[in-house]
């Protein structure tokens, strides 16, 4: 029986000790330090762990000069600190990662703020000049999970011109989990900023937040047939429209999610896309080219949260009767949009402005909507919904419809058209909603920036919202991180008044009514 227990003790004291050997080695993980002015990628890892002697480029970069890195192995949770204010050409594009952290060691490509070339800080810059052929990344994965972007400016991936096609994604992910794109500027010029998808496997934990995305056509986060990805979050990202940079003729978007193949979709009604939160989101600048929504489902979504957005443009030409908000093809589940603001007040027109604040298109008979606390100005059609969900919370919102192009709707079931809020209320929706001038600070003049969508302090959308359905677990603030309520109640739309602010009422939009 002795004999027993010493061999019992012998063996968990050999796995205690490879338990620690395991934490030891997570702990080996380096930091290394990449600068393409100074670097030598000859030098050694270890020498790369030290800012004075970095590394020119990142393992899965082309080296500079075409020398060979020094010996490199990598551990779970390294990290790789670009040297801000510096630029790395196409010659070392693109950035293909090939390896994977774990759970609480995340490998990490990212900035020190200290670290700097120049006066001031800037971000590091990884400019592929169009030179990369089409349909090419900057920075691309497979299958590589527990992996952060963080704080990088990543642009020109698009080749405009003679045999060139717009295509190439600044930030390409085919499959993997827990990644997290965070704090970079990406101006690819082309058609995509950000793609993933789940690239045959099922996978979980997508988080792409306070980005600056100009010069692209959307951002895409999808679930191909037969895979889910769960758990995306994308949030207070700050959005431009392409303007006249080079699409080659692709479909132009804010976010494109669910299901690449909406024929796929249609086909098996199941959803590739779960438990989206989206929110915190501003959406501004020049949408002419023909872009279809700002945040667009392709379809097979299930539990959608859309929250504390701004939706809107600012180009005078308009925007080829975009939607804002486009719920897709047999999306199930939740449907929850809360206080979002949705302007078209830049080109109040129907086929020219935004047609339609929020549509949805063959919805699964298991859909819940609740749509509450959302402002819209100047767009024909605020709430568009095909028949078919299991039910309807349509509530408390602000309309500020534009009769310009013979529209001018509050709200459509089906083919059923409510254009006043007393036709709402007969059918059981916005038995609190209103109508009115919400009077924004600022409203758009066709110049990228001109819009401010905060409130008057005498605002119809001021304090008017005693109750709601919104998920408190997920916001009790507004976009900018203001508490709700400031006053008595919260207020609708994505900004919560502050005391304090313009006291200058904007001038009226032309060509809007109000019922």
Request: glycine residues 12%; aromatic residues 12%.
């Amino acid at each position: 029986m002795n004999f027993e227990k010493t061999k019992v003790k012998i063996i968990f004291f050999i796995l205690f000790c490879l338990g620690l050997l395991g934490v030891a080695k997570s702990s080996w993980a380096g930091t290394f330090h990449i600068d393409y002015a100074t670097g030598d990628d000859a030098r050694s890892a270890l020498q790369a762990q030290n800012k004075n002697t970095p590394w020119a480029t990142a393992p899965g970069m082309l080296t500079k000069g075409g020398v060979t890195r020094g010996a490199y192995v990598h551990t779970a949770g390294d990290q790789f600190i670009f040297r801000g204010g510096v630029t790395w050409p196409a010659s070392t594009l693109p950035l293909t990662i090939s390896a994977s952290g774990i759970s609480g060691h995340v490998d990490s490509y990212t900035v020190d703020q200290t670290w700097y070339s120049g006066d001031s800080w800037s971000k590091p810059i990884l400019d592929a000049e169009g030179a990369l052929g089409n349909s090419a990344n900057i920075i691309i994965t497979y299958n590589r999970s527990y992996i952060l972007i963080n704080g990088l400016q990543i642009q020109n991936i698009g080749n405009a011109g003679p045999g060139k096609d717009g295509s190439g994604t600044a930030i390409a992910f085919l499959g993997g989990s827990h990644i997290e794109i965070s704090n970079c500027s990406i101006y690819p010029n082309s058609i995509e900023a950000f793609g993933y998808s789940t690239n045959n496997t099922n996978t979980s934990d997508i988080s792409f937040h306070n980005n600056n995305i100009a010069k692209a056509g959307r951002f895409v986060i999808y679930g191909d047939t037969g895979y889910v990805v769960d758990d995306v979050r994308v949030y207070n990202n700050r959005i431009a429209g392409m303007a006249d940079c080079y699409s080659g003729g692709y479909h132009t978007d804010g976010l494109m999610i669910g299901n690449p193949l909406g024929a796929e979709c249609s086909s098996t009604k199941k959803p590739t896309v779960t438990n989206v939160r989206f929110y915190g989101n501003y959406f501004y600048g020049d949408w002419h080219q023909g872009a279809t929504a700002q945040y667009y489902s392709n379809g097979c979504v299930g539990n959608t949260y859309i929250y504390n957005n701004v939706f809107s443009f600012e180009d005078s030409a308009g925007s080829a009767g975009m939607i804002f908000v486009r719920l897709g093809y047999y999306d199930s589940g939740i449907a929850a949009i809360y206080n979002n603001t949705l302007s078209s007040d830049a080109h109040p027109e129907k086929d020219v402005g935004a047609n339609i604040g929020i549509a949805s298109a063959y919805p699964q008979g298991d859909v819940v909507y609740t749509i509450e606390g959302n402002l819209f100005s100047g767009v024909a059609i605020d709430i568009a919904l095909d028949t078919g969900f299991s039910s309807a919370t349509i509530d408390y919102n602000l309309h500020n419809p534009t009769s310009v192009g013979g529209y001018g709707d509050v709200l459509w079931i089906g083919s059923t058209q409510y254009n006043t809020l007393s036709a709402c209320r007969a059918a059981g929706y916005e038995l609190q909603g209103k109508t009115g001038d919400p009077k924004f600070a600022a409203i758009p003049n066709g110049i990228t920036g001109s819009g401010n969508f905060r409130l008057h302090p005498d605002s119809p959308a001021k304090d008017a919202l005693p109750t709601i359905a919104a998920p408190t677990q997920f916001f009790t603030t507004d976009i900018l991180g203001v508490s709700r309520p400031q006053g008595s109640a919260w207020d609708i739309g994505a900004y919560e008044y502050v005391p304090g602010g313009d006291t200058t009422p904007p001038a009226a939009p032309t060509g809007l009514a109000v019922n």
